[in-house]
């Protein structure tokens, strides 16, 4: 060494070098890069790099603007992202226009808890002002998660139902609808909340377990038209909801089932044969001789005494009596229940509904009057044991309807109420739904069977904060008055002045000038004191914002939000367009399924089981939430957790860590001028391109199938194992030690540049934040683009997929794993440490001689060399061998020669050197070059 020190050879190494940082740093770094967007104004960057493009529109379902964004808001939210984001890179012109549900009832309550109101000591103009500055609020707080998650979109001009052009739009497809035909006023039993004391639509309601009492009464009978003696004969029925008793008017039975007369002691009891049994048990009568049978036909219009007012309960026939539980004898009250109500009409019924809004009884209750309905059950039971009609008074749990606000039980209630005629469009509606791509698949049916099943939609509400009722009524003959007139000239008063002055002016200030009455001719009117239910609002959004936003059209390309959305807003919207312009809003509808923790349960405040995603944003970073939305197959119910935000979490360092490596070796490559020919590439690095397209392929494919978490999957495992694993592995000597600007390290280094370039721009709309990072590290990436999200998605070349270089680098790769797994046992057995010291012997067949002869396999299996020795049958008897590869055994040994300083590979060769006697010949030559 003449005295002298050994030179430190990894300075000429070519290591890796980029100031893109190992620890991401999210929660800090990502606020920067939101800002970054706010400066360049990204979502206006995006529309003039995509204007004239086809167009794609993703319709936003408006989030109700009440507290702050949940993890079913990220989900939903991260998901349009996704798909907004792809179809911009893909070639179309995707803008998003997010909306905001601001009207009902929860917002009245919230307003009134929260802004400490008294509602009956302001007017109904202040308390709806109240309201207003408590929604936009909520829209404001809401619209600053959404930004925080990274989800695109036109922030500063939102669709928001409370808008004075959205509700003018809104009172047209009213008007439509009204002029079609379809809108009418009616009694009906409709779904009532007594809490919150008012109506409710269908999709408000919920089922739920509730215990109900569960009671068996006889009814006397009073007139049997001669079919058999009335003295001490009785018609059974048995009831959940013994407070709906004070209604009743009928008993119904089915016209086909048999009835039999059955003696028990003195009692003559009317039951369904095939439940005499079960009705036996459940009471605990004995014996019971069957005196006579007969059809419910045969007993149609036999006449009953009420069991403790003096009415008559009149036996009639409906379809809807089954055998499953009870007595195949129904009680009716058509005041009560919708299949009571509609028997009823066809026998002339009268509607009794002795129960006011807050589910107290009138004074048509008789002795019940002034009673909750809760609080009448067991005085009902008490009167009916005090009359000697009560058989048994249990209790029983089932499913029963509740209002999804509040979470009470809701009655049944006839009330007058303002319907939409669904059967005057449902089979329009039912065709409509064939026409549109269904994701997944059995949303179709589940719509088509709720379309197919609804009644009529029940559209007023008795509330103060929401859309009104836009018709008025003649002070003299009463009659209602809407047509294309007041129509026009209230939407003109909304768009001006906002919904607010239907309540601050009086009627004959809302009405056309010189209006008059059609009917009677007189000039003085009143107005609908009712609004509308909230899902008219939303349901109304494709003519408020896809027909008026002159960025956007009708139908949408897309609806996507969770499955409980088939019978809310996708029902809704479907119900309102079909009636007003005979199609669906919509091409395609996309469901989610809904947030459950790891063992599958339901997420709830009781069980302390969520997950807030502003804890995982400080705690991780938004894009930690965004991958973990991709990484899940959403169709289904999705888990999450603090465990599983965790895991996703290792998921992205994997993905980080494979960008840092690319940026890290790219420091001296200009694409422009380094680049080199695929043709002039090692049959390697052809390899790779070929991975990276195929990879290309499959995500591109999985995006317009909307089937994100096979982007993540194989996404996750092309870094982890394609890159990582293997080709990053293999290729470290090459970049680290050949000379910098040799064509073999600038192959590496294209396919490296290729890959990372390809890569950003696929997962830009997933994890958009770091995307944004990376892209500004790439080299030449800001020269071709401000940002990654205007870029454009890699295309996948064909010319890259080479069938017959896939099935060699298969067969090599199925030798190498038999070598690494022969080199651990090695470096088990204390033979080898590092693999680089390693020579590996294969003893080979001919065939597989043949295939491996001038291959580069010590490269290939990271050794410091490899012979092809003799035949398997001449191999040592240590030599390691896999079964599921013929004709191959491994023999390591240790490595002969010496250890290259500067590349670490043994070699014979190191010392050839007199200038560096400690580094191989390959380096010394690299050196000199």
Request: charged content about 25%.
């Amino acid at each position: 060494m003449n005295g002298k020190e050994s030179p430190d050879y990894s300075k000429t190494l070519n290591l890796p070098q980029t100031e893109f940082p190992m620890r991401a740093n999210l929660p800090k770094r990502e606020p920067d890069i939101v800002k970054f967007w706010e400066e360049i104004d990204l979502y206006q960057e995006v529309a003039k790099a995509n204007a004239g493009k086809p167009k794609f529109i993703l319709h936003d379902g408006p989030p109700y603007a009440n507290g702050e964004i949940h993890l079913g808001h990220t989900l939903n939210k991260v998901l349009k992202d996704f798909i907004v984001k792809f179809h911009s890179m893909d070639g179309y012109d995707a803008p998003y226009v997010p909306g905001w549900d601001t009207h009902g009832l929860p917002i009245e309550q919230q307003a009134i808890k929260a802004l400490g109101l008294n509602r009956h000591a302001v007017s109904t103009v202040e308390f709806r002002r109240r309201c207003q500055e408590y929604a936009l609020k909520y829209v404001d707080i809401q619209r600053k998660g959404f930004k925080r998650l990274g989800v695109r979109g036109d922030w500063e001009n939102p669709y928001i139902t409370l808008k004075p052009d959205f509700e003018a739009a809104q009172i047209g497809v009213f008007g439509e609808m009204a002029k079609k035909g379809y809108i009418y006023k009616g009694l009906k039993p409709v779904y009532w909340c007594a809490s919150c004391e008012t109506a409710l639509a269908e999709a408000e309601v919920e089922y739920a377990d509730k215990e109900s009492p569960s009671i068996y009464v006889k009814f006397p009978v009073k007139d049997s038209k001669g079919l058999f003696d009335v003295k001490d004969a009785y018609v059974v029925i048995w009831t959940t909801t013994p407070w709906t008793l004070p209604a009743n008017v009928a008993i119904t039975l089915h016209p086909e089932f048999t009835y039999v007369l059955v003696r028990f002691g003195g009692d003559r009891l009317i039951v369904a044969k095939e439940l005499l049994a079960k009705f036996m048990a459940d009471t605990g009568l004995e014996g019971g001789q069957v005196e006579q049978e007969f059809t419910g036909k045969d007993l149609e219009r036999l006449v009953c005494q009420h069991p403790f007012f003096e009415r008559d309960s009149l036996l009639i026939l409906g379809e809807h009596v089954t055998l499953e539980q009870g007595t195949g004898c129904v009680h009716t009250a058509p005041g009560h229940g919708v299949e009571d109500f509609q028997v009823g009409k066809v026998y002339g019924l009268e509607v009794i509904s002795p129960v006011d809004n807050r589910g107290k009884f009138t004074a048509e209750g008789g002795m019940f009057a002034g009673m909750t309905t809760t609080q009448a059950n067991p005085a009902v039971i008490e009167e009916l044991k005090q009359r000697g009609l009560l058989i048994r008074a249990g209790k029983i749990k089932h499913q029963y309807p509740h209002c999804w606000r509040c979470k009470h039980p809701i009655l049944f209630r006839a009330t007058e109420q303002w319907f939409a005629s669904i059967d005057g469009f449902r089979k329009q509606a039912l065709e409509a739904i064939d026409n549109v791509r269904w994701i997944p698949a059995w949303g179709r049916d589940r719509i088509y069977n709720m379309v197919a099943d609804r009644g009529d939609w029940c559209i007023s509400r008795q509330r103060t904060w929401g859309v009104p009722i836009p018709i008025f009524y003649c002070a003299d003959c009463g009659k209602e008055i809407i047509n294309d007139e007041t129509i026009s000239h209230v939407q003109n008063l909304f768009r001006e002045h906002g919904s607010d002055v239907w309540f601050a002016r009086e009627a004959d200030e809302l009405v056309p000038p010189g209006l008059t009455c059609g009917h009677c001719g007189h000039g003085k009117f009143r107005k609908e004191t009712d609004i509308m239910d909230v899902w008219f609002d939303s349901g109304s959004s494709h003519a408020a914002v896809l027909e008026t936003h002159k960025d956007l059209h009708f139908p949408a390309d897309l609806y996507l939000e969770g499955s409980d959305q088939h019978r809310g807003w996708f029902n809704s919207s479907l119900s309102t367009s079909v009636a007003t312009k005979g199609t669906a809003p919509y091409k395609a509808v996309l469901t989610h399924g809904f947030l459950v923790d790891e063992q599958g349960r339901k997420m709830s405040k009781s069980l302390g089981n969520g997950v807030e995603p502003q804890d995982v944003i400080k705690d991780m970073g938004a894009d930690i939430l965004r991958l973990w939305v991709a990484s899940v197959d959403y169709r289904t119910d999705v888990a999450a957790s603090p465990n599983i935000m965790r895991q996703t979490a290792d998921g992205y360092r994997k993905i980080r860590n494979t960008f840092r490596y690319f940026l890290g070796n790219l420091y001296d490559f200009d694409p422009k001028a380094d680049a080199v020919a695929y043709e002039d590439m090692t049959e390697l690095d052809r390899w790779a391109m070929m991975l990276l397209h195929k990879l290309i392929q499959r995500v591109s494919a999985a995006c317009r199938n909307y089937e994100f978490h096979v982007v993540y999957h194989a996404v996750h495992n092309f870094c982890a194992v394609d890159m990582s694993a293997i080709y990053l592995d293999i290729i470290k000597d090459r970049l680290y030690a050949s000379p910098a600007k040799s064509q073999a390290r600038r192959s590496a280094q294209t396919v490296l540049y290729h890959t990372a370039d390809a890569l950003v721009r696929m997962l830009a709309p997933f994890i958009s934040f770091t995307a944004e990072e990376v892209w500004g590290y790439l080299p030449g990436a800001k020269e071709r683009a401000k940002t990654v999200q205007t870029a454009g998605w890699p295309e996948a070349d064909s010319r890259y997929i080479d069938a017959a270089l896939a099935d060699k680098l298969e067969r090599l790769l199925d030798i190498r794993a038999v070598v690494s797994k022969a080199l651990e046992t090695a470096r088990q057995a204390k033979v080898i440490g590092h693999s680089l010291e390693a020579q590996v012997r294969l003893y080979v067949d001919a065939d597989l001689r043949s295939f491996l002869e001038g291959e580069d396999l010590a490269t290939f299996f990271i050794v410091s060399s490899v012979e092809l020795a003799g035949a398997p049958d001449a191999a040592p008897a240590g030599a390691f061998r896999e079964a599921d590869v013929a004709g191959l055994a491994v023999e390591v040994v240790k490595a002969p020669g010496q250890k290259c300083e500067r590349c670490w590979i043994y070699s014979e060769e190191v010392g050839a050197s007199e200038e560096r006697p400690t580094i191989c010949s390959r380096c010394a030559a690299a050196l000199e070059g």
